[in-house]
């Protein structure tokens, strides 16, 4: 089961952000590898435990715009990228 949460409220800087819990094949240095192979150098990794990794843009975009622009390079890096700090 994916992290959920109700949140009674959403800061902005929550908005461009993004929890995605990483394929099993994968450990965290290679999904980094996989961030710069694949160009998405704009966004930070930050290892948070198990397989779960937050997203952050360097820019000021947003990391659901990122990853719906992206869906397919997203998808062969993670199991499940939830853009929504909401959910």
């Given amino acids: 089961m994916f992290l959920s ?3 009674k409220q959403i800061l902005p800087w929550m908005e461009s ?3 995605s819990q990483t394929i099993p094949e994968l450990d ?3 999904i980094c ?3 710069i192979k694949g ?5 930070k990794t930050r290892y948070m435990r ?3 990794v937050l997203l952050t843009p360097t820019e000021s975009d947003r990391m659901k715009d ?3 622009m992206n869906k397919a390079w997203f998808k062969s890096v993670f199991e ?6 909401a959910c």
Avoid: C, T
């Fill in 5 to 7: 949460l109700k949140l």
């Fill in 28 to 30: 965290f240095s290679q």
């Fill in 50 to 52: 198990d397989n779960l």
């Fill in 66 to 68: 990122l990853i719906d």
């Fill in 17 to 19: 952000i993004a929890i």
């Fill in 80 to 85: 499940v990228v939830d853009p929504d700090p």
């Fill in 33 to 35: 590898e996989e961030f």
């Fill in 39 to 43: 160009g998405m150098n704009i966004i």
